[in-house]
């Protein structure tokens, strides 16, 4: 992990620290990226070294985490980055999320039921059964 540290020179003025880890990634790289469509190796080049990697059952995961914090006397700003990808046992992008709120769902493999796989089934409730007498 990187770190940027960034000080203001001045004689007699009060100083700015601030501090950077790891890179944000570009909204435009972001947006190009298409799942189901994007392989781990084009993801990589794109987006660089992950901050992170490990699985989620059949999944590779990666992650890219950016934090950049900047201080001066009685003032602070702070702003962060998290960009999370699983890619499926075909090296394909099976789910790509940025800055997500909440613990993401494990996704489905690329040529699973979603995209182009077996069906998909049904997943409504069946219909209510009323009795003759109840209409």
Not at 44 to 50: E, I, N, T, V
Not at 58 to 64: E, H, L, R, V
Not at 72 to 101: C, T
């Given at each position: 992990?990187?770190?940027?540290?960034?000080?203001?020179?001045?004689?007699?003025?009060?100083?700015?620290?601030?501090?950077?880890?790891?890179?944000?990634?570009?909204?435009?790289?972001?947006?190009?990226?298409?799942?189901?469509?994007?392989?781990?190796?084009?993801?990589?080049?794109?987006?660089?070294?992950?901050?992170?990697?490990?699985?989620?059952?059949?999944?590779?995961t990666y992650s890219w985490t950016a934090?950049?914090?900047?201080?001066?006397?009685?003032?602070?700003?702070?702003?962060?980055?998290?960009?999370?990808?699983?890619?499926?046992?075909?090296?394909?992008?099976?789910?790509?999320?940025?800055?997500?709120?909440?613990?993401?769902?494990?996704?489905?493999?690329?040529?699973g039921e979603i995209w182009g796989?077996?069906?998909?089934?049904?997943?409504?409730?069946?219909?209510?059964?009323?009795?003759?007498?109840?209409?």
């Amino acid at each position: 992990m990187s770190l940027l540290l960034l000080f203001s020179c001045g004689s007699g003025q009060p100083e700015a620290r601030g501090v950077q880890t790891n890179p944000f990634i570009p909204a435009e790289k972001l947006a190009a990226v298409r799942v189901c469509e994007t392989t781990v190796q084009q993801l990589l080049s794109d987006l660089g070294a992950p901050s992170g990697q490990g699985r989620d059952g059949d999944f590779a995961t990666y992650s890219w985490t950016a934090i950049a914090m900047v201080v001066e006397p009685g003032q602070m700003a702070m702003g962060s980055q998290g960009v999370y990808a699983w890619v499926d046992g075909n090296g394909r992008v099976a789910s790509f999320l940025v800055n997500p709120i909440g613990m993401p769902q494990t996704p489905q493999p690329c040529d699973g039921e979603i995209w182009g796989g077996l069906p998909v089934p049904d997943a409504s409730p069946p219909p209510m059964k009323k009795k003759p007498d109840d209409a």
